[in-house]
Nanobody
């Protein structure tokens, strides 16, 4: 059972930056970040698998995902934040996988979520 612990959420003004972290209890092949705003479906934001990375169109050029192998920790650097980025952000992991994925169904383990609020 992989445990995921997220941190780094908070409130920021539009145009600002935040960095989310997610520490896994063990190595996982694929990790991703998802978000869910009130009344909306959960959507994939970014994913990483080895050296491959994928992003939702809505965050390309603004967000960057990275992984620290030594710490089993995935990061999401978010920049040029917009009010529409406001959501609960979740870290997800899959121990064995092939390629990055923005589909929630391809992840078995989930963190508790961290809130990101962007004000205009």
């Amino acid at each position: 059972q992989v445990q995921l612990v997220e941190s780094g959420g908070g409130s920021v003004q539009a145009g600002g930056s935040l960095k989310l972290s997610c520490a896994a209890s063990e190595y996982t092949d694929r990790m991703g970040w998802f978000r869910q705003a009130p009344g909306k479906e959960r959507e994939g934001v970014a994913s990483i698998w080895r050296d491959s990375k994928g992003y939702a169109d809505s965050v390309k050029g603004r967000f960057a995902i990275s992984y620290d192998n030594a710490k089993n920790t995935v990061y999401l650097q978010m920049g040029s934040l917009k009010p529409e980025d406001t959501a609960m952000y979740y870290c997800a992991a899959q121990t064995i996988g092939w390629g990055f994925s923005l589909r929630a169904s391809e992840y078995k383990y989930w963190g508790q979520g961290t809130q990101v609020t962007v004000s205009s």
